[in-house]
């Protein structure tokens, strides 16, 4: 079993940046996909954006697509989202964890280990 701890997350004003990361430990997730995944108040678990083994392919959903950008160190285990042009609907608490494969974990469902804690992130306007 793989235990993450998210780091990075805080108050950011519209338009701002900010990166966020998540350091597996446990079972090693080098040979698995990894993701990050949000959670808003009163809404479920939205995938965000993975990575494959070897970062070949890389899936975002479309409310982030060409503003953050994911990436992963197989040696550190740990994956990493750049946030940039942040807005008010960008606010949750993001969470990572790992697939069998980079398309699959696009589902929070397939996602394969329990979730940590999470990272707020909070953007004002």
């Known amino acids: 079993q793989a235990l993450f701890e998210e780091s990075g997350g805080g108050l950011v004003q519209s338009g701002g940046s900010l990166r966020i990361s998540c350091a597996a430990s446990?079972?090693?997730?080098?040979?698995?996909?990894m993701g990050w995944f949000r959670q808003a108040p009163g809404q479920e678990r939205e995938f965000v954006a993975t990575?494959?083994?070897?970062?070949?392919?890389?899936y975002y959903s479309d409310s982030v697509k060409g503003r953050f950008t994911i990436s992963r160190d197989n040696a550190k285990s740990m994956v990493i989202l750049q946030m940039n042009k942040l807005t008010p609907e960008d606010t949750a608490v993001y969470y990572c964890n790992t697939g069998r494969a980079a398309e699959l974990l696009t589902y929070p469902t397939n996602a394969l280990e329990p979730w940590g804690q999470g990272t707020l992130v909070t953007v004002s306007s």
């Open positions: 446990g079972r090693a997730s080098s040979d698995r996909a």
């Open positions: 990575i494959s083994v070897n970062s070949q392919r890389i």
